[in-house]
């Protein structure tokens, strides 16, 4: 008589060799007391295991020197936070539904480090809530979800609505919202369908597309930028483009930028597109689009350039670099433009 073995066996979450066969050899009465004792383990683990989404649950191997298995933990199905959980494993990056064994523990994300609040296990006692984003959390939503997000708003879809339509759990729509997170597949085709898009333009897809392919804002309402938030926009460096005049016509080019002593200077080549701006006026751009929100801001100087030759503003220059050219090759010569005029405008949400 193995019922001990059995219940042992079945408590730490694995299923016993011949079950079938071991089982038919037992009493009926033998039979209910495993039946009792395996639910007065499951409401011992469930009393006590809490967990939150985003959670990890890690499960140890009770071999010595075998892997163990962590997932993270997707859904709820108890507002306490008590199992059982859906968990995405990291092995497979499938979804199942997990009844945790003693062997299994919960590593806590609540404060971005995996092992801030120490693991939470059978014989622990964190407790959390079921919330989306629980106090200490700090909001880091991906572009999926604020694709996703946008997406619904333009639908006028609630969230529950929208898990209710992608048969997913409104917990995990939540977090997909406020963190960043990699669904499934499946999960996002599914949500894609809801909203109307594609599985690619969730993730990003057209990203080597010209950019503002996206729908516009509900409510778009574009405004003027001050001098002073176009200088904070224009930051300290970045990409802009410069627009010049050419032998072959007007041009417009991208450039590395630094700003200098409130100078916009890029290095270049001589004989260079960009070099043609050297002894004239041009205009110089720089923008910045949210593709996921609709959202975006540019900034436009105007003003003479000139080539920068005095060896100190050189080694200045070089000095102040946040990166190399973008383009490579051999970009020595140096060209300044000093603003004359500088405006801005953004595009944000303007309400009803």
Known sequence: MDVPEIGDELAAGRAPNNLGRRLADVAPRDIEGLITGLRGHSERTVAIMRA???????????????????????????????????????????????????????????????????????????????????????????????????????????????????????????????????????????????????PAALRGGASDLPSGRGQALLHPQMRELGAGECRRLLSTSGVGRVAVSTRQGPAVVPVNYEVVDEEIAFRTAPNSVPAAAVDSEVAFEVDHLDEAMSRGWSVLVVGPARVVTEPDAVRKLIDRAHASPWAGGGREMWVSIQPRRITGRRITEGGP
Not at 67 to 85: F, N, Q, S, W
Not at 164 to 179: C, D, K, T
């Open 52 to 198: 939150e989404i985003g959670d990890q649950l890690v499960v140890e191997s009770p071999a010595t020197g075998a892997a163990r298995r962590d997932g993270e933990i997707v859904a709820l199905h108890h507002a306490d936070g008590t199992p059982p959980y859906e968990v995405r494993w990291s092995d497979t990056n499938q979804v199942t539904l997990v009844f945790p064994g003693p062997d299994a523990h919960i590593r806590s994300l609540a404060h971005g480090n995996g092992d801030a609040d120490g693991p939470s296990r059978a014989g622990g006692s964190r407790s959390a809530g079921l919330r989306a984003a629980p106090p200490g959390r700090r909001l880091h939503p991906g572009d999926i979800g604020r694709r996703v997000a946008a997406g619904r708003e333009r639908q006028g879809l609630t969230r529950e609505e929208t898990a209710r339509r992608a048969g997913i759990a409104p917990e995990y729509l939540a977090y997909l919202e406020e963190q960043t997170a990699d669904p499934t597949a499946a999960t996002l085709a599914r949500l894609a369908g809801v909203l109307g898009t594609t």
